[in-house]
Nanobody, 112 residues
Framework: QVQLVESGGGLVQPGGSLRLSCAAS????????MGWYRQAPGNQRELVAT???????RYADSVKGRFTISRDNAKNTVDLQMNSLKPEDTAVYYC??????WGQGTQVTVSS
């Protein structure tokens, strides 16, 4: 399976922005849907956003209007632009693609 590596997490103040990136080890042209998920301590992993190879997107209600997922099939990357961050966005964010195929995750902490 393709290997996925996330980057871009960190500590940010409420209202701030972060851009997460997921780099695939090989072409993602054969992966119809790729997505970002997150898991906060004590919670189940939840969907944040997905994007199809054609660019169709889906978002969790909690991030609509604040987060934007994008996909570059030439560079084999899937990014998540996160704006207007809230403390409740704090979680480990995971990239997924190819069917239960996950990266190692990147920590996002929103705190003053």
């Amino acid at each position: 399976q393709v290997q996925l590596v996330e980057s871009g997490g960190g500590l940010v103040q409420p209202g701030g922005s972060l851009r997460l990136s997921c780099a695939a080890s090989e072409s993602i042209l054969s992966i119809y849907v790729m997505g970002w998920y997150r898991q906060a301590p004590g919670n189940q992993r939840e969907l944040v956003a997905t994007i199809t190879i054609g660019g169709n997107t889906r978002y969790a209600d909690s991030v609509k209007g604040r987060f934007t997922i994008s996909r570059d099939n030439a560079k084999n990357t899937v990014d998540l632009q996160m704006n207007s961050l809230k403390p409740e966005d704090t979680a480990v964010y995971y990239c997924e693609g190819g069917g239960n195929n996950w990266g190692q995750g990147t920590q996002v902490t929103v705190s003053s």
